[in-house]
């Protein structure tokens, strides 16, 4: 049997490489260079899946109940696998948290839904001078970039709504997708492919004249995006967005329902994107975001997260947890759960939750972190910070860029040369840390 290196070279063919490359080295310097050739072959399969909660989700009815309190609500905590509790609607998840951790002091400032969006993204507060990368457009850029192999986008949302790539460039954008795979806003169905070829044929003279004029990079980018757009059409790693070319009994696991044709709510959209996600990750592709909306819950929020909002998330997590154990890739890929902030301890007349900034949960794992550990801690009101030590969304991104193999001292610039630090300058939680 022939033995295969992490990348599909064959012992044989990899030694062989060495072997030229040591010809060339010094020899003082092969050691290194050895140990730099595998760490690169490690990093071709990292990646994070971002589990986005569009709305704001009350992480306190989830990931750091107060029983204790008049602002506890209904649930309650129950055990994990894990040195934590977590709500008694997640007992799924809570038999794969010695894989997860969760994140209990995050003090943030932006209660407002779309600054908020920004900042959890990008790590940057918005600022009318620049518009900052989503983290997924710098993962794009680090780690896409190397991946010469891989023929689709290095960055992928599912269900959303996109996210901007700022000064990082159209070429980072987000890939948008449904949860059944198709490409937003647009329909190919009916064009030939004759009629195609000749659309494209008269798309190329037109931004040619137009590159010629000089006018900016944009003509030449746009060029670029829609000749990457045209070969994924007859690329077969667009298979990865297939998720109906799974097994029932694999669909299952990410809905916590049998798979059936018509189930397309909220659940089952959630598990197909989730499937989706492991697939495209398993292809190559170093950065996927799910969105999954409808956390707004400013009314009846116990019953909407009982009802809808839980069973879906439970199913899902635990699913993809499993999933990638199974298959060996859990310690290259990082989960990550958030939304653009929490929700208030108080709970308001209508039954249900505000915005809150200041004292919320973030859920992460896997990709060779530590788990089943709380960092930080909140009041037992569930308020205000209890420890010393807060977290901004730049110490979350900061930990999966060095889990991914990014450094922490890598320096983007902006289109007018400004020096913007990875995470901005967000420091990787040590306690999750291996």
């Not at 190397?146 to 890939?175: D, N, Y």
């Not at 301890?345 to 990709?367: E, F, Y």
């Not at 308020?383 to 901004?392: C, E, G, S, V």
Request: proline share 5%; glycine share 12%.
């Amino acid at each position: 049997m022939t033995l295969q290196t992490p990348n599909g070279m064959s012992r044989r063919h990899f030694m062989g490489h060495l072997a030229a490359s040591a010809a060339t080295i010094p020899a003082l310097n092969f050691i290194a260079h050895v140990k730099a050739n595998a760490a690169e072959l490690k990093k071709k399969n990292k990646a994070c899946i971002l589990l986005w909660m569009s709305g704001g989700p009350p992480s306190i009815d989830i990931w750091d109940l107060k029983p204790d309190s008049k602002n506890g609500g209904e649930f309650k905590p129950i055990a994990t696998k894990g040195n934590l509790q977590i709500s008694e609607h997640m007992p799924k998840t809570a038999g794969v948290m010695n894989h997860l951790s969760v994140v209990r002091a995050m003090s943030t400032r932006e209660a407002d839904h779309n600054r908020g969006r920004y900042y959890m993204h990008t790590a940057y507060v918005p600022n009318p001078t620049v518009v900052h990368p989503a983290f997924g457009s710098v993962v794009s850029y680090e780690l896409g970039t190397q991946r010469k192999e891989l023929e689709i986008p290095a960055f992928v949302s599912i269900g959303g709504g996109g996210t901007s790539p700022g000064f990082m460039g159209m070429a980072h954008a987000p890939f948008l997708v449904d949860s059944s795979g198709r490409i937003r806003n647009a329909d190919m169905d009916d064009v030939s492919p004759e009629r195609l070829q000749q659309r494209l044929s008269m798309l190329g003279v037109i931004e040619d004249d137009f590159i010629k004029s000089n006018r900016g990079e944009f003509p030449q980018a746009h060029k670029d995006i829609y000749k990457k757009a045209v070969n994924l059409m007859t690329s077969k790693q667009m298979d990865a967005f297939k998720v109906d070319q799974e097994k029932a009994e694999t669909l299952a696991m990410y809905t916590g329902a049998p798979a059936q044709g018509g189930m397309m709510g909220g659940g089952g959209q959630f598990g197909r994107s989730l499937l989706m996600a492991r697939r495209l990750v398993e292809t190559g592709v170093p950065f996927v975001e799910i969105d999954f909306g409808g956390w707004d819950l400013h009314q009846q929020v116990f019953n909407n997260l009982k009802t809808q909002k839980l069973p879906a998330l439970d199913a899902g997590i635990s699913g993809l947890v499993n999933d990638l154990k199974q298959r060996n890739m859990l310690d290259d890929v990082c989960i990550v759960w958030m939304g653009e902030f929490g929700r208030t301890p108080r709970i308001n007349q209508d039954t249900g939750r505000d915005h809150w900034a200041k004292s919320w949960s973030v859920m992460i794992g896997g990709g060779g972190l530590k788990g089943g550990v709380a960092v930080g801690e909140t009041n037992k009101d569930g308020d205000d910070i209890a420890t010393d030590k807060t977290y901004l969304p730049g110490d979350i991104w900061a930990t999966v860029a060095h889990q991914l193999g990014i450094p922490l001292e890598t320096v983007h610039q902006s289109k007018r040369g400004r020096p913007m630090k990875i995470a901005n300058g967000g420091a990787a939680i040590k306690e999750l840390l291996s």
